[in-house]
């Protein structure tokens, strides 16, 4: 096994399915299910999960709920996503814990970087929610902050395509997968994939992120084992 101990980011998209908004329950087993492969092969596994399935600060409904109302919807939106998650985790065998950035008891314990590393050692998948508890921030963001406090190996960023491109493949026949680009290229070839300041935090704390397709079976084992699936960005 190459990364002992990783990150997952996934998107709230990535629960949706082919739906446009919400949570499918087949893409919640898929992901349960590829988390278990890697877990059952004696990887750490943390995830922070996103929101944007559901809200998204910047797309708020309407002039009256500022972009700090809208964020934290956002980030509310990312605990309902943990708990949907953690159910299917824990429907499969995988003891789980849910850590918060904003309080709430009865939910979730609040995020202590050490008790998350304690679980992980303890062979328990960690779900980080609510993002860093701050608006103006993204769930890509808290990805790299979280990994880099519970010292992951590296953050894997599953996404629906299989990492990034010279352009868009979805519109561009020609568009040629790269294996692996530096942090610079990163910024200079302003990918959408993950948002600039998680970039910025990666490559300040020498943090390796593969962009992976995480809805192709047995992919996420796959790269936690050292194959050379997706794009590495690294220094
Ligand atoms: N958000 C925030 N601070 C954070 C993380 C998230 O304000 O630290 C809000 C923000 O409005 C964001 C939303 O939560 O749009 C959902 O997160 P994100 O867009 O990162 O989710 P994803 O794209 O991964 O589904």
Known sequence: MKYKRSLLKLSGESLMGDKNFGLHSTRLQQHAEEVKKAVDMGAQVAIVIGGGNIFRGYSRLNSTIDRIGGDYMGMLATVINGIALQSYLENIGIC?????????????????????????????????????????????????????????????KGTRVDGVYTKDPEKDKYAKKLKKISFDMAYQMGIKVMDQTAFILGNENNLPIIIFDINRKGNFKKVISGEEIGTLVSK
């Open 96 to 156: 789980t814990s849910i850590q918060t950035a904003i309080r709430m008891d009865q939910i979730a314990e609040p995020f202590v970087k050490d008790k998350a590393i304690h679980h992980l050692e303890k062979g328990r998948v960690v779900i980080f929610v609510a993002g860093l508890g701050n608006p103006y921030f993204t769930t890509d963001t808290a990805a790299v902050l979280r990994a880099i406090e519970i010292k992951a190996d590296v953050l894997l």
